[in-house]
């Protein structure tokens, strides 16, 4: 079946859409000649909730995580926050960036911090996520040094004990790997390094960690000194997301003006999602950078495998999804991946093409046709041509991100919507199939964030009518940026 077969020849009319509720309860009431079930009554009944935002909240106090590599920092950021949220593997630097995550024990919120192996005396991508670590100690208001018990204190656990005096915050002591009491003598060891009582604890087994959190409680401050406060309800979350290498954390940098996230030519140097509050154009947003999306999840392993998880989580928590595609090569399986990712997760979606500055003027023309084929089912998405390491054009992501998360949450009233398919319908009815005719009854905006639409039937409604009735929908409503699903009830008439 072509879905040439639902298009007119020639130019096609815009439908003129008015508010016609009559209309559209008279054929709501002309349900109740067909079977239907509760589920039915229930969205028939249901009505559009839309949530306003509150007053600004407090900022939570912050704890941040440091040690050396291996220590078993991120097994004990999972332990405390009762999930497997870091990414943990059995090989030493997993962590590289600073990476966030909201925390509780007895009633008391805070946010933890779990920061790479901090390292004396390297170079490269290590030396880079020491200064991540030491940016978190500066940035937070208690410190929680994990030491291995099994191997007592060594040098570079008193270098970072200098660093953490220096620094002058609230520091405990979490002497790691004490699995059983024959370990506690090993933890007494730990006295050695000046920083008071060291707390035994076993991160794998969960060992000591009430007592732990106990003690972190009592230095940590109820609120923030360091901290700003955060809209209820806001700032917008923003994930970043795309195949590896192509500039996800250069951006991220770039937008918040600082090096907040490792960067490095080797692929895959993000593994868990970091999130950053950015203000762009006197307004704020929660970027979230995440770990690159690689050709094939299940083909990968240990923290790559991980990673990828947690990157289906972050898109999962956002509202928006920026995808961003190499514009100095041709696009990818990957990138049509990542895009359908973003999609098939129901998010707002702003295509970001990287690189295009660097662009040679005779090759724009040839990309942009390539874009145009290549991307003919998400013709729909904003599209902005940036630079991230850069910074050109970034600022016109504002507007893309606008344009899409009003359409993420854009409602059509009934009358309008049944309206519009009464005059699609007339113009254009859905083929007869078998001597039948399926005819559209009734149909109405079950949700927003995306929007979604349920149309009641008299028979099957074939795929190709959906798109067609997708497409005049995004050409008569807008839809800019956001994914729509319909879903389509047949009902038959009861037998008198």
């Not at 995550?101 to 290590?126: C, H, K, N, P």
């Not at 600082?258 to 993000?270: I, K, Q, Y």
């Not at 359409?407 to 519009?420: A, D, M, Q, V």
């Amino acid at each position: 079946m072509s879905e040439n077969e639902y298009e007119p020849e020639g130019p096609v009319a815009p439908i003129e859409v008015v508010d016609d509720v009559p209309r559209a309860e008279a054929l709501r009431a002309g349900l109740a000649e067909y079977d239907l079930e509760e589920g039915d009554l229930a969205l028939l009944e249901s009505q559009g909730e839309t949530a306003g935002e509150g007053a600004a909240l407090a900022p939570l106090p912050v704890l941040a995580v440091v040690g050396r590599p291996n220590v078993g920092k991120s097994t004990l950021v999972n332990r405390i926050l009762g999930r497997r949220e870091a990414v943990v593997e059995d090989t030493p630097g997993v962590t590289r960036d600073r990476v966030h995550y909201d925390a509780e024990w007895s009633g008391r919120e805070f946010t933890l911090v779990d920061t790479g192996g901090w390292e004396v005396d390297v170079a490269g991508i290590e030396a880079r996520v020491a200064e991540q670590a030491e940016v978190a100690i500066s940035l937070a208001d208690a410190v929680l040094f994990v030491v291995d018990a099994t191997v007592g204190p060594t040098a570079t656990d008193e270098q970072v004990v200098r660093l953490l005096r220096r620094s002058g915050k609230p520091v405990v002591l979490a002497a790691n790997k004490v699995d059983g009491p024959s370990g506690e003598s090993d933890a007494a060891m730990l006295w050695s390094l000046g920083l008071g009582e060291p707390h035994a604890v076993s991160a794998l087994h969960g060992r000591g960690t009430g007592d732990l959190l106990d003690r972190i409680l009592e230095v940590l401050p109820e609120t923030s000194q360091l901290g700003r406060e955060v809209p209820q309800g806001g700032p917008r979350r923003v994930a970043l997301v795309g195949r590896p290498n192509v500039g996800k954390s250069s951006l991220l940098n770039r937008l918040a003006g600082t090096e907040r996230v490792v960067v490095d030519d080797v692929a895959g140097t993000t593994r868990d999602p970091v999130d950053e509050l950015v203000t762009l154009k006197d307004r704020t947003w929660w970027f979230v950078d995440t770990a690159g999306i690689r050709r094939r999840v299940h083909q990968t392993s240990g923290a790559d495998f991980y990673a990828s998880l947690r990157t289906r989580a972050a898109i999962e928590r956002s509202e928006v999804a920026v995808v961003l595609v190499d514009a100095s090569v041709p696009i990818t399986e990957q990138d049509t991946r990542v895009i359908s990712q973003v999609v098939e997760t129901g998010r707002a979606l702003v295509i970001a093409y990287n690189k295009w500055d660097l662009m040679d003027a005779d090759r724009r023309p040839y990309l942009e046709r390539e874009i145009e084929r290549d991307l003919v089912q998400v013709q729909w998405a904003p599209r902005v041509n940036i630079s991230a390491r850069t910074g050109w054009h970034a600022e016109k992501l504002v507007p893309a991100l606008d344009l899409a998360l009003a359409s993420w949450e854009t409602r059509i009233s009934t009358g309008k919507l049944n309206s519009f398919l009464g005059e699609l319908v007339a113009a254009h009815p859905h083929p007869v199939r078998g001597g039948k005719q399926p005819r559209i009854l009734y149909a109405t905006q079950a949700s927003t964030r995306p929007p979604r639409f349920v149309i009641f039937a008299s028979g099957f409604i074939e795929a190709g009518y959906r798109r067609f009735v997708e497409r005049r929908l995004r050409e008569t409503f807008g839809f800019e940026g956001s994914p729509i699903e319909i879903s389509v009830r047949v009902r038959e008439k009861r037998r008198r």
